[in-house]
Protein backbone atom coordinates (compact mmCIF):
# COMPACT_ATOMS: atom_id res chain seq x y z
CA UNK A 1 0.00 0.00 0.00
CA UNK A 2 0.85 3.50 -0.22
CA UNK A 3 0.27 5.70 2.42
CA UNK A 4 1.30 9.30 3.53
CA UNK A 5 1.05 10.85 7.18
CA UNK A 6 1.48 14.54 7.50
CA UNK A 7 2.42 16.30 11.02
CA UNK A 8 0.87 18.89 12.71
CA UNK A 9 -1.49 21.05 10.96
CA UNK A 10 -0.80 24.64 11.86
CA UNK A 11 -4.17 26.71 11.89
CA UNK A 12 -5.36 28.19 8.73
CA UNK A 13 -1.85 28.22 6.96
CA UNK A 14 -1.75 24.58 7.42
CA UNK A 15 -5.00 23.86 6.45
CA UNK A 16 -4.43 25.43 2.99
CA UNK A 17 -1.15 24.21 2.17
CA UNK A 18 -2.76 20.44 2.56
CA UNK A 19 -5.97 22.15 0.32
CA UNK A 20 -3.27 23.15 -1.95
CA UNK A 21 -1.43 20.28 -2.38
CA UNK A 22 -2.67 16.73 -0.94
CA UNK A 23 -5.59 16.58 -4.03
CA UNK A 24 -2.51 16.10 -6.25
CA UNK A 25 0.11 13.97 -3.82
CA UNK A 26 -3.12 11.90 -3.46
CA UNK A 27 -2.95 11.29 -7.62
CA UNK A 28 0.32 11.19 -8.49
CA UNK A 29 1.92 8.90 -5.37
CA UNK A 30 -1.37 7.20 -5.95
CA UNK A 31 -1.99 7.17 -2.10
CA UNK A 32 -4.13 4.57 -0.45
CA UNK A 33 -4.32 6.26 3.10
CA UNK A 34 -3.24 9.46 4.35
CA UNK A 35 -3.35 10.29 8.01
CA UNK A 36 -2.70 13.99 9.39
CA UNK A 37 -2.06 14.89 13.13
CA UNK A 38 -4.44 17.91 13.38
CA UNK A 39 -3.89 18.64 17.36
CA UNK A 40 -3.20 22.42 16.20
CA UNK A 41 -5.86 22.63 12.59
CA UNK A 42 -7.98 25.20 14.72
CA UNK A 43 -6.25 28.36 15.26
CA UNK A 44 -2.85 26.70 16.74
CA UNK A 45 -5.05 24.98 19.16
CA UNK A 46 -7.21 21.58 18.93
CA UNK A 47 -9.92 20.67 16.58
CA UNK A 48 -13.41 21.65 15.88
CA UNK A 49 -16.12 19.99 13.77
CA UNK A 50 -15.73 22.28 10.78
CA UNK A 51 -11.95 22.22 10.73
CA UNK A 52 -11.93 18.68 10.90
CA UNK A 53 -14.37 18.21 8.10
CA UNK A 54 -12.13 21.01 5.76
CA UNK A 55 -9.25 18.57 6.10
CA UNK A 56 -11.35 15.19 5.61
CA UNK A 57 -12.06 17.07 2.11
CA UNK A 58 -8.81 17.83 1.52
CA UNK A 59 -7.73 14.17 1.32
CA UNK A 60 -7.17 13.02 4.77
CA UNK A 61 -9.15 9.49 5.97
CA UNK A 62 -7.99 9.91 9.71
CA UNK A 63 -6.90 12.34 11.54
CA UNK A 64 -5.08 12.26 14.64
CA UNK A 65 -4.36 14.30 18.28
CA UNK A 66 -2.15 15.41 20.90
CA UNK A 67 -1.55 17.33 23.97
CA UNK A 68 -3.88 20.06 22.52
CA UNK A 69 -6.78 17.46 21.71
CA UNK A 70 -9.62 19.21 24.66
CA UNK A 71 -8.26 22.62 23.60
CA UNK A 72 -11.65 23.61 21.96
CA UNK A 73 -14.32 22.05 24.03
CA UNK A 74 -16.30 20.59 21.56
CA UNK A 75 -13.94 18.23 20.56
CA UNK A 76 -15.20 16.33 23.47
CA UNK A 77 -18.52 15.73 22.10
CA UNK A 78 -17.78 15.39 18.92
CA UNK A 79 -14.84 13.06 19.07
CA UNK A 80 -17.60 10.76 20.27
CA UNK A 81 -19.40 10.90 16.55
CA UNK A 82 -16.43 10.95 14.27
CA UNK A 83 -14.24 7.45 14.32
CA UNK A 84 -11.55 8.77 11.92
CA UNK A 85 -11.02 11.42 14.54
CA UNK A 86 -8.47 9.76 17.21
CA UNK A 87 -6.82 10.82 20.26
CA UNK A 88 -4.25 9.51 22.22
CA UNK A 89 -4.88 5.95 23.71
CA UNK A 90 -2.76 6.37 26.76
CA UNK A 91 -4.92 8.77 28.57
CA UNK A 92 -5.53 6.86 32.38
CA UNK A 93 -8.10 4.57 32.50
CA UNK A 94 -10.16 5.83 35.25
CA UNK A 95 -10.26 9.15 33.22
CA UNK A 96 -12.49 7.58 31.04
CA UNK A 97 -11.33 10.11 27.74
CA UNK A 98 -14.15 10.37 25.23
CA UNK A 99 -13.34 8.48 21.70
CA UNK A 100 -10.73 6.17 20.83
CA UNK A 101 -7.05 6.20 20.46
CA UNK A 102 -7.08 3.10 18.25
CA UNK A 103 -9.20 2.61 14.60
CA UNK A 104 -9.16 0.53 11.77
CA UNK A 105 -10.28 1.48 8.56
CA UNK A 106 -11.52 -0.53 5.56
CA UNK A 107 -9.08 0.87 2.45
CA UNK A 108 -11.14 -0.77 -0.70
CA UNK A 109 -10.88 -4.61 1.32
CA UNK A 110 -7.21 -3.90 2.81
CA UNK A 111 -7.27 -2.84 6.68
CA UNK A 112 -5.05 -0.18 7.99
CA UNK A 113 -4.73 0.25 11.72
CA UNK A 114 -4.02 3.59 13.09
CA UNK A 115 -2.68 4.01 16.90
CA UNK A 116 -2.13 7.80 18.27
CA UNK A 117 -0.29 7.70 21.48
CA UNK A 118 1.05 10.42 23.72
CA UNK A 119 5.02 10.27 24.99
CA UNK A 120 5.82 11.31 28.79
CA UNK A 121 9.30 13.22 28.81
CA UNK A 122 8.54 16.77 29.23
CA UNK A 123 5.16 17.18 28.52
CA UNK A 124 1.78 16.11 30.74
CA UNK A 125 1.99 12.51 31.69
CA UNK A 126 0.03 10.07 30.48
CA UNK A 127 -0.39 6.14 30.98
CA UNK A 128 2.56 4.43 29.53
CA UNK A 129 2.37 4.53 25.64
CA UNK A 130 4.64 1.62 25.45
CA UNK A 131 1.85 -0.66 27.59
CA UNK A 132 -0.76 1.08 25.87
CA UNK A 133 0.58 0.88 21.87
CA UNK A 134 1.70 -2.53 22.64
CA UNK A 135 -1.76 -3.58 23.74
CA UNK A 136 -3.42 -2.39 20.44
CA UNK A 137 -0.62 -3.82 18.48
CA UNK A 138 -1.44 -7.49 20.49
CA UNK A 139 -5.02 -7.32 19.55
CA UNK A 140 -3.98 -6.52 15.95
CA UNK A 141 -0.98 -8.26 14.58
CA UNK A 142 0.60 -6.88 11.46
CA UNK A 143 -0.08 -9.64 8.62
CA UNK A 144 -2.67 -11.34 10.04
CA UNK A 145 -5.57 -8.52 11.69
CA UNK A 146 -4.34 -5.62 9.86
CA UNK A 147 -2.80 -4.69 6.09
CA UNK A 148 -1.21 -1.50 7.50
CA UNK A 149 -0.10 -0.44 10.69
CA UNK A 150 0.40 3.52 11.25
CA UNK A 151 0.94 4.30 14.95
CA UNK A 152 1.48 8.48 15.63
CA UNK A 153 4.08 8.84 18.89
CA UNK A 154 2.85 12.51 19.74
CA UNK A 155 6.08 13.38 21.91
CA UNK A 156 8.60 16.47 22.84
CA UNK A 157 11.59 13.94 23.33
CA UNK A 158 13.62 12.29 20.22
CA UNK A 159 14.58 9.63 22.40
CA UNK A 160 11.68 8.55 23.77
CA UNK A 161 9.97 8.29 19.66
CA UNK A 162 12.94 6.64 18.61
CA UNK A 163 12.82 4.18 21.49
CA UNK A 164 9.26 3.62 20.52
CA UNK A 165 10.71 3.00 16.45
CA UNK A 166 12.58 0.03 17.96
CA UNK A 167 10.09 -1.33 20.45
CA UNK A 168 7.68 -1.51 17.38
CA UNK A 169 10.03 -3.02 14.83
CA UNK A 170 8.43 -5.13 13.06
CA UNK A 171 5.26 -4.97 14.31
CA UNK A 172 4.16 -1.70 12.51
CA UNK A 173 4.43 -0.66 9.08
CA UNK A 174 5.11 2.92 10.30
CA UNK A 175 6.27 4.76 13.26
CA UNK A 176 6.13 8.29 12.90
CA UNK A 177 6.88 11.00 15.76
CA UNK A 178 4.69 14.75 16.39
CA UNK A 179 4.57 17.62 18.12
CA UNK A 180 8.00 19.21 17.97
CA UNK A 181 6.93 20.67 14.38
CA UNK A 182 9.59 20.59 12.83
CA UNK A 183 10.82 17.54 10.45
CA UNK A 184 13.55 15.47 11.18
CA UNK A 185 16.28 14.10 8.59
CA UNK A 186 16.23 10.54 9.70
CA UNK A 187 13.56 8.90 8.01
CA UNK A 188 14.13 5.02 7.57
CA UNK A 189 13.33 1.73 7.46
CA UNK A 190 14.33 0.03 10.17
CA UNK A 191 16.15 -3.55 10.84
CA UNK A 192 12.61 -5.48 11.42
CA UNK A 193 10.90 -3.43 8.46
CA UNK A 194 9.25 -0.50 10.58
CA UNK A 195 9.30 2.40 8.02
CA UNK A 196 10.18 5.36 10.87
CA UNK A 197 10.93 8.79 11.11
CA UNK A 198 11.18 10.93 14.80
CA UNK A 199 9.35 14.12 13.58
CA UNK A 200 6.94 14.48 10.85
CA UNK A 201 7.21 18.06 10.96
CA UNK A 202 4.17 20.71 10.58
CA UNK A 203 2.01 21.46 7.72
CA UNK A 204 2.19 25.33 8.27
CA UNK A 205 3.88 28.37 7.66
CA UNK A 206 7.65 28.08 9.02
CA UNK A 207 8.33 31.69 8.63
CA UNK A 208 7.11 31.47 12.31
CA UNK A 209 8.13 29.87 15.90
CA UNK A 210 6.54 26.08 15.17
CA UNK A 211 3.53 28.42 13.30
CA UNK A 212 3.43 30.82 15.61
CA UNK A 213 3.91 34.15 14.79
CA UNK A 214 7.40 35.18 15.10
CA UNK A 215 7.29 38.40 16.48
CA UNK A 216 5.68 37.38 19.85
CA UNK A 217 7.28 34.09 20.18
CA UNK A 218 10.83 36.19 20.03
CA UNK A 219 9.67 38.75 22.20
CA UNK A 220 8.37 36.54 24.93
CA UNK A 221 11.42 34.65 24.99
CA UNK A 222 13.95 37.13 24.81
CA UNK A 223 12.20 40.02 27.19
CA UNK A 224 10.38 38.09 30.07
CA UNK A 225 7.59 39.96 30.43
CA UNK A 226 4.21 39.00 29.67
CA UNK A 227 2.86 40.39 26.26
CA UNK A 228 0.69 39.43 23.64
CA UNK A 229 -0.82 36.07 23.12
CA UNK A 230 0.35 33.60 21.23
CA UNK A 231 -1.16 33.59 17.65
CA UNK A 232 -0.75 31.76 14.15
CA UNK A 233 1.37 32.63 11.71
CA UNK A 234 -0.65 33.02 8.94
CA UNK A 235 1.37 33.10 5.42
CA UNK A 236 2.06 30.90 3.03
CA UNK A 237 2.32 27.43 4.59
CA UNK A 238 4.24 23.97 3.58
CA UNK A 239 2.76 20.35 4.08
CA UNK A 240 5.24 18.61 5.80
CA UNK A 241 5.13 14.89 6.24
CA UNK A 242 6.64 11.35 4.97
CA UNK A 243 4.81 9.12 1.99
CA UNK A 244 5.70 4.84 2.94
CA UNK A 245 5.04 2.08 0.66
CA UNK A 246 4.45 -1.49 2.25
CA UNK A 247 4.72 -5.09 1.20
CA UNK A 248 1.46 -6.37 0.51
CA UNK A 249 1.97 -9.45 2.30
CA UNK A 250 3.75 -8.79 5.40
CA UNK A 251 2.64 -4.60 5.64
CA UNK A 252 6.44 -4.14 6.48
CA UNK A 253 7.44 -1.02 4.85
CA UNK A 254 9.83 -1.02 1.96
CA UNK A 255 10.28 2.76 1.68
CA UNK A 256 10.25 5.73 3.15
CA UNK A 257 10.71 9.09 2.18
CA UNK A 258 9.87 12.83 3.37
CA UNK A 259 7.60 15.25 1.63
CA UNK A 260 8.07 18.97 1.65
CA UNK A 261 5.51 20.99 -0.69
CA UNK A 262 4.68 24.31 -0.51
CA UNK A 263 6.58 27.68 0.95
CA UNK A 264 9.07 27.63 3.30
CA UNK A 265 11.42 24.66 3.40
CA UNK A 266 13.24 23.08 0.58
CA UNK A 267 10.66 21.04 -1.09
CA UNK A 268 11.28 17.42 -2.03
CA UNK A 269 8.53 15.30 -3.14
CA UNK A 270 8.92 11.32 -3.81
CA UNK A 271 9.14 9.54 -6.97
CA UNK A 272 7.21 6.59 -7.71
CA UNK A 273 9.43 3.87 -8.81
CA UNK A 274 7.25 2.44 -11.62
CA UNK A 275 6.67 -0.97 -11.54
FE1 LIG B 1 1.55 20.35 17.64
FE1 LIG C 1 1.64 18.72 20.62
Not at 40 to 58: D, K, M, P, R, Y
Not at 87 to 99: H, Q
Not at 109 to 135: E, H, I, K, Q, Y
Not at 198 to 223: H, L, N, P, Q, W
Request: hydrophobic share 45%.
Amino acid sequence: MRLAFFGDVVGKSGRAALAAHLPRLRAELRLDFVVANAENAAGGFGITESVAQELFAAGCDALTLGNHAWDQREAITYIGREPRLLRPCNYPTLSDAPGRGAQMFDVAGRRVLVVNAMGRLFMDSLDCPFTAVDRELTACPLGAAADAIIVDLHAEATSEKQAMGHFLDGRASLVIGTHTHVPTADSRVLPGGTAFQTDAGMCGDYDSVIGMRKEISVRRFAVRLPGERHATADGAGCACGVFVETDPRSGLARRIAPIRVGVGLTETVPVLETA
